[in-house]
């Protein structure tokens, strides 16, 4: 359990670590995928092609946008790619390496597909069978044109009345998933190869501009993830102090139409409102919080901060640099302080 634990706080660490985690994860729903279909080859000449080439590329094509849609990378990179330059411009090699790291996770789970059926060959055999020089299978000699054709059709039905136990169906079939084989493993030794390069051959060269830019693609990610984090906080503050001032509003409504909760005629004054927890009430690290309290200025917030980014230059960067107009100061009164009715929410 302790083991788990940590590899899930591993994940969690880094948007790279949770990245991996679901492209690995696609690349083993593919393996069940692959493994749980049917194959059906309609073993008709104008078909045949169609069915094997397109049961090759079109799953790896639904993968393929699966990995973008699960990847939360691509949806920033956009957003840094379209977003107003503002304060702070644009450098198209972040995009770059963004738009590149994103394409890798996403076509591991279609290249899985594609090796797993070139490996096991059906898809080759049914694509390919009516594309065969019959001139290289002595069988096929005695046969007319239109026969072979129909015979090369009938190739990967092994159960048809016309290729059931033909020696000429079974080199045909070997030959294809033998080609088929091939391919799949000069395909993976080529990925394996290329991978070792650049794995081995990056540090021969100035790791400067690499280590920027992924640098800088992190931070984008993350300075919106807390950029969304801080917006959940300052909802749920901004609802509490709301809430807050409609019960306190509606306190002095009652107490303005002679209303009590007691009608026996005690004359107790209604309980006062418990205090709200001190994390949701002020204090210095909530000051830039409860600074913003009104809707036009949340919206005026959230536009600046769409159409202006602020500068990475923390010793220059003023609260007056977006032109919010916006009030940035802590709050006077002291953090236990109880909120009052006429608060100005």
């Known amino acids: 359990m302790d083991k788990f634990r940590l590899l899930f706080q591993h994940f969690q660490s880094s948007s790279e670590s949770v990245m991996n985690g679901i492209c690995l994860l696609l690349a083993a729903v593919t393996v069940k995928l692959y493994s749980s279909f049917d194959f059906n080859c309609p073993c008709l000449a104008r078909y045949n092609a169609l069915y094997g080439l397109g049961l090759l590329f079109t799953p790896p094509l639904a993968l393929f946008f699966c990995g973008l849609l699960a990847n939360r990378q691509s949806v920033v ?4 790619w379209r977003r ?12 770059r390496y963004m738009c590149s790291s994103v394409l890798q996770r996403a076509l591991a789970a279609p290249l899985v597909w594609i090796l797993l059926a070139l490996l096991d060959g059906k898809c080759f055999v049914c694509a390919f069978s009516s594309s065969v020089d019959p001139e290289k299978f002595l069988d096929l000699a005695n046969m007319t044109p239109s026969q072979v054709q129909l015979f090369l059709a009938k190739v990967p039905c092994k159960e048809d009345e016309l290729v059931r136990n033909s020696p000429a169906r079974k080199a045909v079939s070997r030959y294809l998933r033998c080609l088929s084989q091939a391919i799949g493993w000069s395909t993976t030794l080529l990925l394996i190869i290329l991978a070792f390069l650049a794995r081995c051959l990056r540090p021969c060269f100035d790791q400067t501009v690499f280590l920027q830019r992924r640098y800088w693609s992190n931070y984008v990610d993350l300075e919106q993830k807390l950029f969304d984090e801080t917006c959940c ?55 830039h919080l409860r600074a913003v309290s009104s809707q036009e200025q949340v919206d005026h917030l959230l536009s600046a901060w769409y159409s202006s980014k602020p500068p990475l230059d923390l010793a220059a960067s003023s609260p007056g640099l977006w032109g919010l107009g916006l009030s940035h100061r802590a709050p006077t009164g002291a953090p236990s302080t109880k909120l009052s009715p006429h608060t100005d929410v």
């Open 77 to 80: 990179m956009v957003e840094e």
């Open 233 to 287: 906080e300052h909802a749920r503050d901004f609802a509490h102090r709301c809430v807050l001032h409609f019960f306190a509003s509606m306190q002095s409504e009652m107490r303005a139409r002679g209303l009590r909760r007691d009608r026996v005629g005690e004359g107790a004054e209604p309980p006062e409102m418990p205090e709200p927890p001190e994390g949701l009430e002020g204090g210095s690290g909530k000051a």
């Open 84 to 95: 107003p330059a503002g304060h702070r411009r644009k450098d198209p090699g972040i995009i």
